[in-house]
């Protein structure tokens, strides 16, 4: 830890500290309300969140309905320090918390937040899109999560849980309609099937005919259409007294496109102008397509990011199942519980990432996933100890084959090609010791192996016998044949240490506060774009990282606070970084030796009256990559780490009044708001994104039971445009795309009891 992130960290923590005194102090008289306990599981049991001395925060079913959470990318509006953005409009979203996450697009690779649906990690990048519906709530924890989670959690997890089934009868039916014809429907029923077992079906609809986008080349039609079914099954069965399972398969299917990124040009091809490789806007860190184009000369000049030049609509096609089983018994001194997942996962989809109407560097995406897991652990009490031990096991098969065509550019078309098995065996373990009745000593250790087997590189077709990329290969035997450009059948062993050490202090029942400090790894891997040597395809190395946290949880009658400092050290983080490959550079995955984050959180609730809530999240963060080395030449340390905004705000208001004697209403309004981040670690000036405010709002009038609700909402209500993510490939042109447009809809909710 650097002099200068020290004093940052330890100023912060003495702030939050001077926090916790003057809010603990007062409330020592105070007693609490276990009717508004919030519970949660982020420590493999059932917990009221002021037990846990972890940041984690819990979202219902009902906020995510009321707040339109209805995938993964939306949480980024709800929680402070959270920045999840879709590398591709519609699709593969990059998931940061506190400013750790990657940005990657393969298969292949891991999350650096850990995603978990019903206690199954998702191993893969390819399996985050999926809509949230009949759930019981979505937990988000923060920070390295190494002991109880594993490996490729170093930014934190999301647990996604489903409702089970229950012991009473119980359905529900929703509708919906909005902006760009979309339509939405979800329906759930609950049935009892005796007094040992319960049936639980669910399933959501969405089609919205028309998209955001509009091609000048295909009039009269829209891009960005949506199509997509999942449904839901669980049994849930009693074993005897003591044993309980809940057996569950769920499907996704999706048809759908993706939308584009607003092109871009970096170099200067205009007519009656000479050639130059990079345009002198770029090289002062702007983009002008008055003066800049692409390799072939083509610039788009209408400012509109949802109007260009496109020749198709690219489609986003999704096959998944879900299979689990959960088995959880009573052994006297202690509980054991199995969770087994297996995941099947095919899909399908077309990208354009130069934006252009020609065929400089297209691809189409194929991937297999199949993903096993079993987690097995005993967790019990004893005289003042709370403990969880456990193993768990996965294995991975992903398939990946990506036709890449570069016609225009490069006058060929390639064939991408990755067949990686990975295998992974844990052990790991938690205590929590009551050293006095107001202090508990948390301690916890997990060992795991990891074997990655990979076999795979790039295939330049040369149907043409006119390959620009052959010509430069010196390794290819023949500018008119096929060649290899690259190959490895290549395997990486890895052997990770994680761990937790951690002190709670009750200050009274509505009051903790917490330190701790905590290890996380994420499992290196493979680049899987168009390599054209060897060398591209040489294993980038695992990250590791070592987080230091002090923290307030506040929770009195009507004002909930939590308060968190925390600071981050980085070992070889993984990042896109340039390669240069001779007149041209392209990006692959590598790593930055160290970096350093440091940060705050602020989560607020008060209700002021009983009519009306306020809530607010505010999140800090600075981050800095030191030194790194590309083909290009070193960077200088210094650089901000991509998708980590210096502050994110969100408020909300909800307000309840009666209408009449048998009618409720409730309105809300809410505001998110992000600074300015870079998008890669090459900190790029042009696809930066800038600052954004977001606002939107919901009125709903229902029965006074809540069995039904008839409601109108509006989000983006500024119609705000900005940068979502952002490519500068290097080769000439790139692509920023952008948040959805300004939308309003109407939903209707009918509950059955």
Not at 509 to 534: E, I
Request: charged letters at 20%; hydrophobic letters at 40%.
């Amino acid at each position: 830890m650097s002099i200068h992130a020290r004093g940052r960290f330890w100023g912060t923590a003495a702030s939050v500290f001077a926090l916790m005194w003057c809010a603990g102090a007062p409330a020592m008289a105070q007693e609490s309300d276990d009717s508004d306990e919030i519970i949660v599981t982020a420590q493999k049991r059932e917990q009221n969140v002021l037990d846990v001395g972890i940041a984690v925060q819990s979202l219902s079913q009902e906020t995510l309905t009321e707040q339109r959470i209805e995938q993964l990318r939306d949480l980024n509006a709800a929680l402070p320090n959270v920045s999840i953005k879709e590398q591709i409009p519609g699709a593969i979203p990059v998931i940061a918390i506190r400013g750790v996450g990657l940005d990657d697009f393969s298969s292949t690779n891991n999350p650096a937040a850990g995603i978990y649906i019903d206690e199954v990690p998702l191993s893969s990048l390819a399996l985050m899109s999926f809509d949230f519906f009949d759930l019981e709530r979505v937990e988000v924890v923060r920070g390295p999560q190494g002991t109880l989670y594993g490996r490729n959690t170093t930014a934190g997890a999301i647990n996604v849980l489903s409702a089970r089934p229950a012991d009473h009868f119980e359905a529900r039916l929703f509708g919906g309609y909005g902006s760009f014809e979309r339509a939405e429907a979800e329906a759930m029923l609950n049935l009892p099937l005796g007094p040992n077992a319960a049936f639980r079906v669910s399933g959501r609809y969405v089609d919205q005919g028309e998209g955001f986008w509009e091609s000048r080349l295909l009039p009269g039609e829209t891009i960005g259409e949506h199509n997509a079914w999942q449904a839901r099954a669980q049994l849930a069965v009693s074993l005897g007294e003591n044993w309980d399972a809940n057996l569950k398969i769920e499907g996704l299917r999706q048809r759908s496109e993706m939308g584009f990124g607003e092109h871009f040009g970096t170099v200067s091809f205009l007519t009656g102008s000479p050639p130059n490789f990079t345009c002198d806007p770029v090289l002062a860190g702007q983009l002008d397509p008055t003066q800049c184009t692409d390799f072939l000369g083509y610039t788009d000049t209408d400012g509109d990011p949802f109007t260009g030049d496109w020749v198709r609509q690219n489609q986003y096609d999704i096959d998944q199942t879900n299979t689990t089983a959960r088995i959880e018994g009573d052994l006297g001194f202690a509980t054991l519980t199995s969770v087994t997942g297996y995941i099947d996962f095919e899909r399908d989809f077309y990208t354009d990432p130069d934006a252009s109407p020609a065929r400089q560097f297209e691809f189409n995406q194929l991937d297999w996933v199949k993903q096993f897991t079993q987690e097995v652990r005993l967790s019990g009490e004893h005289d003042g100890l709370d403990w969880i031990v456990g193993a768990f096991y996965s294995s991975d098969d992903i398939t990946l084959r990506t036709p890449g065509f570069l016609d225009d550019l490069f006058g060929t078309e390639v064939l991408i090609s990755a067949d990686q098995e990975s295998t992974s065996l844990a052990a790991f373990g938690q205590a929590e010791w009551a050293l006095t009745d107001r202090i508990d000593l948390i301690t916890g250790v997990r060992f795991t192996t990891e074997e990655k087997d990979y076999v795979g590189g790039t295939l330049d077709q040369n149907p043409f016998g006119l390959s620009a990329l052959v010509a430069m290969n010196p390794t290819c035997p023949g500018a008119a044949l096929p060649c290899q450009l690259s190959f490895a059948d290549i395997g990486i062993e890895d052997e990770f240490v994680s761990w937790r050490a951690g002190l709670d202090y009750r200050v009274n029942a509505d009051t903790l506060l917490y330190a701790s400090v905590s290890r996380g790894q994420k499992s290196g891997g493979f680049f899987t774009g168009v390599t054209q040597t060897d060398a591209q395809l040489v294993p980038y190395a695992p990250e590791e990282l070592t987080a230091y946290e002090v923290g307030l949880k506040w929770h009195g009658p009507s004002l909930r606070a939590e308060l968190s400092a925390f600071y981050y050290d980085y070992s070889d983080l993984q990042t896109f970084i340039r390669v240069d490959l001779g007149l041209i550079s392209v990006q692959a995955l590598g790593n930055v030796p160290e970096a350093e984050i440091s940060g705050f959180e602020a989560s607020l609730a008060w209700e002021p009256t009983e009519n009306l809530t306020l809530q607010a999240g505010l999140g800090l963060l600075e981050t800095e990559l030191g030194a790194f080395e590309t083909t290009g030449g070193p960077i200088p340390a210094g650089n901000e780490i991509p998708n980590a905004p210096g502050m994110s705000f969100n408020a909300r208001a909800i307000y309840e009044w009666n209408v009449g004697s048998n009618l409720l209403a409730r309105a809300q309004v809410g505001a998110d708001y992000a600074d300015g981040m870079f998008k890669d670690a090459l900190n790029d000036p042009i696809i930066a994104a800038e600052s954004y405010w977001l606002f939107d709002a919901r009125l709903g009038v229902g029965s006074m039971d809540g069995n039904w609700e008839v409601a109108l909402w509006g989000s983006n209500l500024s119609d705000e445009q900005y940068v979502v993510q952002g490519l500068n490939s290097g080769l000439g042109a790139g692509n920023r795309n952008y948040n959805a447009p300004r939308r309003y809809g109407v939903s209707v909710s009918r509950q059955f009891n």
